[in-house]
């Protein structure tokens, strides 16, 4: 039985059902019992057509499920539109499902969280922290969502404002998370820059393929965190780097900035720098402004710290974190990285040990934990 089959599948399916007028809560649930039957028959008896067969029977579940409900005439009439046995559409309707699910009712950030737990297949957890709330908030939020669409018709697709927010977060979760989501992130990033006329979609692509483009160099043999200036800019790869600045390039000539075209401006002089020496901080604070303009983000604040602390000296930068709320994430990393920088080693090994006790994974816990251990034993404590 290949479960990955199973999985890559769903989302088809799933829309399928949603556009012929099942709602989203009680096609889901349809999809999840033709799933739990394909692991049940096809072992013994695997269709020529999976995804016709999985049409086929999630359509008939979702038609036993409903048929009981106090509507029975209005869903019967239903029935007559059941989908006949037979090859599907090869079609990848992933990208529609996201804008189904970023439906008019809902909220933006309602609608990205419902998509990244439904489509994105991101973790309550995961999408808290990307929100930067409590989990418990967000299951709350979700929660609500669900209620909301529950019963509506999915014939009003959402803003692409919305399908790009959630793209962003997807490719950011498979970026530095524990499930690999940023190769298909890009490739449905793609499909939609090509589908239609929309700097901030070319924006966003360009910004991906930067980012991706220095993944290999991210981590050492041992798993372990590289940080930037550290990584060796030859295994960067060169090919999307330069997709990426040309696709930058074409959207900035259009003067319609947007969020992502300035974060992919910053991404793209990190890669036109030769060596971390070279980089043009004072420009990357200029870029960071803009975003700080565009966004006003704490989380935008925190980095332009950063980039503050590079440009014009560490004392600079943490005048500019000083004005940042300390429970804003990963502050206490930045606070280390610059009293490092301004030579107070003492509190800097402190506050790299507090930010490890906050880390969001694995890695980047062990990465601040060794740099604590590497100021301390310099100090010898």
């Given amino acids: 039985m290949d479960e990955a089959l199973l999985r890559s599948l769903t989302p088809s399916v799933l829309t399928v059902l949603v556009r012929r007028g099942a709602d989203f809560a009680a096609a889901?649930?349809?999809?999840?019992?033709?799933?739990?039957?394909?692991?049940?028959?096809?072992?013994?008896?695997?269709?020529?057509?999976?995804?016709?067969?999985?049409?086929?029977?999630?359509?008939?579940?979702?038609?036993?499920?409903?048929?009981?409900?106090?509507?029975?005439?209005?869903?019967?009439?239903?029935?007559?539109?059941?989908?006949?046995?037979?090859?599907?559409?090869?079609?990848?309707?992933?990208?529609?499902?996201?804008?189904?699910?970023?439906?008019?009712?809902?909220?933006?950030?309602?609608?990205?969280?419902?998509?990244?737990?439904?489509?994105?297949?991101?973790?309550?957890?995961?999408?808290?922290?990307?929100?930067?709330?409590?989990?418990?908030?967000?299951?709350?939020?979700?929660?609500?969502?669900?209620?909301?669409?529950?019963?509506?018709?999915?014939?009003?697709?959402?803003?692409?404002?919305?399908?790009?927010?959630?793209?962003?977060?997807?490719?950011?979760?498979?970026?530095?998370?524990?499930?690999?989501?940023?190769?298909?992130?890009?490739?449905?990033?793609?499909?939609?820059?090509?589908?239609?006329?929309?700097?901030?979609?070319?924006?966003?692509l360009a910004l991906m393929l930067l980012h991706h483009a220095r993944r290999a160099a991210r981590t050492a043999p041992d798993g372990s965190l590289v940080p930037l200036a550290e990584q060796d800019r030859g295994r960067w790869d060169t090919a999307s780097i330069a997709e990426g600045v040309v696709i930058l390039q074409t959207a900035l000539a259009r003067d319609r900035l947007g969020e992502f075209q300035a974060q992919a401006a910053i991404a793209a002089l990190h890669a036109d720098a030769p060596t971390a020496e070279e980089t043009d901080w004072v420009q990357i604070v200029e870029w960071y402004d803009e975003l700080v303009r565009l966004t006003d983000s704490p989380v935008v604040r925190l980095n332009r710290a950063v980039a503050v602390g590079e440009a014009d000296g560490a004392r600079a930068g943490l005048a500019a974190l000083a004005e940042l709320d300390p429970s804003v994430p990963r502050h206490a990393a930045v606070a280390a990285y610059l009293h490092e920088r301004d030579g107070d080693l003492g509190t800097a090994a402190r506050l790299y040990a507090e930010a490890a006790r906050r880390a969001p994974n694995l890695a980047e816990r062990d990465h601040l934990m060794r740099q604590a251990a590497r100021l301390n034993a310099g100090r010898g404590c």
């Avoid at 009003?156 to 992130?185: H, I, K, M």
Wanted: proline share 7%; glycine share 6%.
């Fill in 28 to 204: 889901e649930d349809a999809v999840q019992d033709a799933l739990v039957e394909a692991l049940r028959v096809w072992p013994a008896d695997p269709p020529r057509d999976a995804k016709g067969w999985l049409v086929t029977v999630a359509w008939r579940k979702f038609l036993d499920a409903t048929r009981s409900d106090t509507a029975r005439r209005r869903r019967e009439d239903r029935a007559e539109e059941e989908p006949a046995p037979g090859p599907a559409p090869a079609l990848d309707d992933t990208l529609q499902l996201y804008f189904l699910c970023a439906h008019p009712s809902l909220t933006p950030a309602s609608a990205v969280a419902l998509t990244l737990r439904a489509v994105g297949g991101l973790t309550t957890r995961q999408i808290a922290e990307a929100y930067l709330v409590p989990e418990a908030t967000m299951a709350q939020r979700i929660s609500r969502a669900k209620r909301t669409v529950s019963g509506v018709r999915f014939d009003q697709p959402g803003d692409v404002a919305t399908v790009l927010r959630v793209l962003y977060l997807v490719f950011n979760e498979g970026y530095s998370g524990d499930v690999d989501l940023a190769a298909e992130a890009i490739r449905l990033t793609r499909q939609l820059a090509t589908a239609i006329d929309h700097p901030e979609a070319a924006g966003l």
